[in-house]
């Protein structure tokens, strides 16, 4: 079993790119937050200082790598995000790609075990995707049959959309607000 963890996590190194996640005093959650935050993240990879070890500089990570989940049927419900979201499967080999992140912000935020924000009491995670066009996307799920409740309100971070694919697993959307440049 442990050659296997160090096999897939190999394969993943190559396999995934990085996104930046903003230090825990900048982190909004996205359905949460009034405004994103005015002050620039740090470059990724940058230490944090005062870290928990007080006046030092702390290592952080630099991205999610994978995120990993059981399934009732793990290969038809990897070819459902595939197909419906665009998500590649992990490369069985190192000369094929998986799945690129595009740079944005990440939410990275614990919910108390009684929040009913998935939904389902009994589910205990929630993707939220970042999307270019949430209008695009949503037509283009409810095409393929998939029921896409789409927020009506409009945040000063952005707009959002809930579905759930095949096994119940709840997934948000979230199309970020663009930045006014007008000057």
């Known amino acids: 079993m442990p050659f296997q963890r160090r096999q897939l996590l190999r394969t993943l ?6 996104s930046f996640i903003w230090n825990r005093n900048q982190l909004g959650f996205a359905a949460q937050a009034a405004t994103q935050p005015k002050v620039a993240p740090p470059p990724a990879g940058a230490a944090v200082r005062n870290g928990p ?10 991205g999610i790598g994978g995120f990993f989940f059981r399934a009732k049927d793990p290969k038809t419900l990897g070819l459902w995000y595939q197909e419906h979201l665009g998500i590649l499967p992990i ?3 190192y000369g094929e790609s998986g799945w690129q992140q595009e740079a944005g912000p990440t939410a990275f935020a ?6 009913n924000y998935f939904g389902d009491a009994q589910k205990v995670w929630m993707l939220n995707f970042r999307v270019r066009d949430l209008d695009k996307m949503a037509a283009q799920l409810q095409a393929s049959g998939i ?5 009506p309100q409009s945040y000063p971070n952005g707009r959002f959309a809930r579905l759930h694919d095949p096994e119940g697993n709840p997934i948000e959307l979230w ?3 663009v930045a006014d440049t007008k000057g």
């Open 13 to 18: 190194s190559f396999a995934f790119g990085s």
């Open 53 to 62: 070890a007080g006046g030092t500089e702390m290592e952080k990570v630099t």
């Open 91 to 93: 490369p069985t080999s």
């Open 110 to 115: 614990p919910f108390a075990e009684t929040s």
């Open 147 to 151: 029921a896409v409740k789409i927020d």
């Open 175 to 177: 199309q970020p607000k």
